[in-house]
């Protein structure tokens, strides 16, 4: 069992859809991340919270926004997506993002499939 | 961004067998790290070694680090069927955000019972 626990474990939506990805952790960990990978990929980075404020915006399009209510939850509100963006959907965390580089904690991730 | 690429692409080996894998970078590094994935779950933090280490050990898992030749190799020993995942390498530069990890296309390790 992984300590970051993403819901729901599979997603399938068309592309007029509204939904959302949770993810949680309960580490005390200041930094949170989303990543998008494909079959046979490695992960993407999408997004950096620290300390709940975005830091990073890796130029995703605004069809994917991330939300941090507060230190435990991370969301990824998703909306009119297209099919090219059916991918595994991986949350990590981390202590932090300055001074020392920490491991990245990651969830098994959203299976998304967008018809 | 520092990106990080693996050698071999894929390796298929036999149980008890050790197996090695390779990374290799371009730019100076603040540290390196590998990953594991077993297939559907996420990635799963295996070792992190600092630019001023050489070599570090966790149980079955070996890490060197030669800045030199600016390269990391990971070695499985006595590898179980359980090792058989994709494994990713991830350095990140002094000048990388100590967020941004980019990782390698990886090498997909079998291991044969």
């Known amino acids: 069992d992984t300590e970051v626990t993403q819901t729901p474990k599979h997603l399938v939506m068309g592309m007029t859809n509204k939904k959302s990805l949770k993810c949680e952790q309960h580490m005390g960990h200041r930094a949170m991340y989303w990543y998008k990978q494909k079959a046979k990929k490695p992960p993407e980075l999408m997004f950096v919270y620290s300390y709940e404020k975005l830091s990073i915006n890796e130029s995703v399009p605004s069809r994917f926004s991330p939300e941090c209510p507060n230190s435990s939850l991370l969301n990824l509100h998703l909306h009119a997506l297209q099919p090219e963006d059916s991918a595994l959907y991986l949350c990590?965390?981390?202590?932090?993002?300055?001074?020392?580089?920490?491991?990245?904690?990651f969830g098994d991730g959203t299976r998304l499939s967008i018809l | 961004s520092q990106q990080g690429e693996e050698d071999p692409q894929a390796l298929s080996i036999q149980e008890g067998e050790n197996a090695t894998m390779n990374c290799s970078y371009k730019?100076?590094?603040?540290?390196l790290q590998w990953y594991r994935q077993n297939s559907g779950r996420g990635l799963v933090h295996l070792i992190l070694?600092?630019?001023?280490?050489r070599e570090k050990h966790s149980g079955r898992l070996r890490v060197t680090l030669d800045t030199s030749k600016k390269s990391s190799s990971l070695l499985i020993t006595a590898s179980r069927a359980a090792d058989t995942a994709s494994y990713f390498c991830?350095?990140?530069?002094?000048?990388?955000?100590?967020?941004?990890?980019?990782f390698g296309e990886g090498t997909q390790l079998t291991v044969n019972p």
């Open positions: 991830a350095p990140q530069g002094r000048e990388t955000s100590g967020s941004r990890l980019t």
């Open positions: 730019t100076s590094i603040n540290n």
């Open positions: 070694i600092r630019s001023n280490e």
């Open positions: 990590a965390s981390s202590k932090g993002v300055r001074g020392v580089r920490w491991p990245q904690h």
